[in-house]
């Protein structure tokens, strides 16, 4: 049962690492973003952004080290949830289905709230589960792992727009 919960804790660090990762690159996006839910006015946004990058990076190492046990489950419900509520109250404002919460990770963009209320699940699930107490070193080795597999994603990921941009280049012109 010690696995599942060290399986939980990975699944939460790289969705949080990962969207972490692509809000700092599109960061100006991210204030977009942000002021696209109507909740806060413009001049907060660049704050508002800030603070989301400094919770999901906070997120990010508390599962990895594996500290704060039940609170930072709780913390991660409800920023979920609230994020939910969130998501529903721009689609009804705007009907934009997804939140572009991840970048160019399609695939986590595509169902938001699905996606949330599969992670709220897991975390529930491990409320149960025993707590996993890990060394300092296993768990900086799983931290930069997770950080490995991110920008890993990320060079795949660019290298096949890459090559869908010269294959497209490549192709005659008709008129």
Same mark, same amino acid.
């Given at each position: 049962m010690t696995v599942l919960s060290y399986v939980i804790d990975m699944i939460i660090a790289v969705v949080f690492f990962l969207s972490f990762y692509m809000k700092?690159?599109?960061?100006?996006?991210?204030?977009?973003?942000?002021?696209?839910?109507?909740?806060?006015p413009y001049q907060l946004t660049a704050i508002s952004a800030? %603070?989301? @990058? &400094?919770?999901e990076i906070s997120i990010f190492l508390l599962f990895? =080290?594996? #500290?704060?046990?039940?609170?930072?489950?709780?913390?991660?419900?409800?920023?979920?949830?609230?994020?939910?509520?969130?998501?529903?109250?721009?689609?009804?404002?705007s009907e934009a289905a997804d939140c572009g919460c991840f970048g160019k990770a399609d695939?986590?963009?595509?169902?938001?709230?699905?996606?949330? %209320?599969? @992670? &709220?699940?897991?975390?529930?699930?491990?409320?149960?589960?025993? =707590?996993? #107490?890990f060394s300092l070193d296993e768990s900086i080795v799983s931290g930069a792992m997770i950080v490995c597999f991110v920008i890993a994603y990320d060079i795949w990921s660019e290298a096949k727009q890459v090559r869908e941009l010269t294959t497209d280049d490549k192709r005659p012109y008709h008129f």
């Open positions: 700092v690159y599109h960061f100006h996006d991210l204030r977009l973003q942000i002021h696209s839910y109507q909740i806060i800030c %603070l989301l @990058l &400094i919770s990895v =080290i594996g #500290i704060a046990y039940i609170w930072k489950e709780i913390l991660v419900i409800l920023m979920l949830s609230f994020f939910i509520l969130f998501i529903k109250r721009k689609r009804k404002i695939s986590l963009n595509k169902y938001p709230i699905i996606r949330n %209320l599969v @992670l &709220i699940a897991l975390l529930i699930g491990k409320l149960f589960l025993p =707590i996993r #107490i």
